[in-house]
Structure formats: structure tokens, C-alpha cells
């Protein structure tokens, strides 16, 4: 079945870890998307990519990075978490020239 | 200001009752229009999705775009306590364009 997937489904981790967000898609959708959301805030797009080896940083200021390797995978690193990074991640995709997306169930990270 | 505002509520409302959410925004050269569902602990799903003006209708939801007025409805018949979720709007110029959020509402149905 068709469907993009995110790993972990919750983090809890010390101030100063390195993590990676993983998202894969198996939808074959070319463009992907890193959102973060707060409780009763609006999405906030961190980062984008049209395709493999391209991406982009998005409105919020992150200090995330992001690689685009192969179209089915968009994983989101952070290499040194610190509490402000607490926040849900949401991973999604869509097809060229379309404005609908598909989401990942997310990753709520806590980080301590 | 908010490109796009939108009732955080909570919003409360019987059982088979008629729920109306609604966003308004400021940009005149939004085109695309969306609602998104989303289930606590868990990823927004499209709901609806309506180009320009009018009205979309799809089961038990109708979508509303006024654009005159810049304001966007999603109405829920018969509502149902499986309809208990947060309801994104969002909206975009074009397809290779940058889609706004709205912050949600928060809709609980009580049996």
C-alpha cells in the first residue's frame, strides 16, 4: 500500500544528541516536505525538496539539515538537539504540480 | 497579521448537529483551497480541496470559497463523534507555491 512512514514515532532525548528523522515515501511523489508543528500553532515548513539532491530551506529558521539521496527517502538530522527543538515533525509528499499532500503520522520530539 | 486566520476554538456541538469552520485570509492571489483533518497523534489527511470560488461537496462535508470576502467554509452534516479532530485550512497561490496554514480548529462532537 502506498504511504509515507516516519521513524520515530517518539523521541525523548538529552540536549546535545545528534538525531535523524526518518521519512520514506512509497508513492513515488518527487516533492517533500519537512513541517514542524506546535499545539495550536500553524504548520511551519523547515524544508522542501523537488527531487533527489535538491532541497531547500523553508520559512522557519531551523537549525535541521536535510538529504535527499533517493526520492523515496527525506530523513531530517539535527546534530546537536537542544530543548527548543522540542516540537512535533511532520514528513510529506506530493506530486509535481500539485498542491495536495500526503503526511506521515509524524515524530514527537522531547528533548530534555 | 496572519495570511490566514483561523478559529482555534475548542468548538463543542452535539451529536448530528451542523458544524460550521471557517478561515479567513488576505491575500487576494490564493487560489487553491484546502481543509485538513487531523486526529491527535497523528499526520494531517486531506479532507477537501476546491480551485477558486464556489463550493465543493463531497458525503457530509461541503467545502465554501467566497473570494470577494476572502473566506473559506467547511460544513459538516450530521455530525458524528468520529468527526472529532482539528480541522486545517490551508491555501497556496499555484501548485509551485509556498501553501499556508491556518492553526486549526479543534472540534469535539459529544454523543
Known amino acids: 500500500e502506498a504511504d509515507i512512514y516516519q521513524t520515530p514515532r517518539y523521541l525523548v532525548i538529552g540536549t546535545g544528541k545528534k538525531i535523524t528523522l526518518e521519512c520514506s515515501q512509497t508513492m513515488g511523489h518527487d516533492k517533500m516536505y519537512w513541517y514542524q508543528q506546535d499545539p495550536g500553532m500553524e504548520l511551519h515548513l523547515i524544508h522542501y525538496s523537488y527531487g533527489v539532491n535538491s532541497t531547500e530551506k523553508g520559512d522557519l529558521s531551523s537549525e535541521s539539515t536535510v538529504s535527499r539521496i533517493r526520492t523515496e527517502h527525506f530523513p531530517l538530522t539535527l546534530e546537536s538537539a537542544r530543548p527548543s527543538h522540542t516540537s512535533q515533525y511532520l514528513c510529506?509528499?506530493?506530486?509535481?504540480?500539485?498542491?495536495?499532500?500526503?503526511f506521515g503520522s509524524g515524530t514527537q520530539l522531547s528533548v530534555l | 497579521q496572519k495570511e490566514v486566520e483561523q478559529d482555534p476554538g475548542p468548538l463543542s456541538v452535539p451529536e448530528g448537529a451542523i458544524v460550521s469552520l471557517n478561515c479567513t485570509y488576505s491575500?487576494?492571489?490564493?487560489?487553491?483551497f484546502m481543509w485538513y483533518r487531523q486526529y491527535s497523534r497523528k499526520g494531517p489527511e486531506l479532507l477537501m480541496y476546491?480551485?477558486?470560488?464556489g463550493n465543493k461537496e463531497d458525503g457530509r462535508f461541503t467545502a465554501q470559497v467566497d473570494k470577494s470576502s476572502k473566506y473559506i467554509s467547511l460544513f459538516i452534516r450530521d455530525s458524528q463523534p468520529s468527526d472529532s479532530a482539528t480541522y486545517l485550512c490551508a491555501m497556496t497561490y499555484s501548485s509551485a507555491s509556498k501553501i499556508i496554514f491556518g492553526s486549526g480548529t479543534r472540534l469535539s462532537i459529544r454523543p
Open positions: 491575500n487576494s492571489a490564493f487560489q487553491y
Open positions: 476546491t480551485y477558486s470560488s
Open positions: 510529506a509528499s506530493s506530486e509535481p504540480g500539485n498542491e495536495k499532500l500526503f
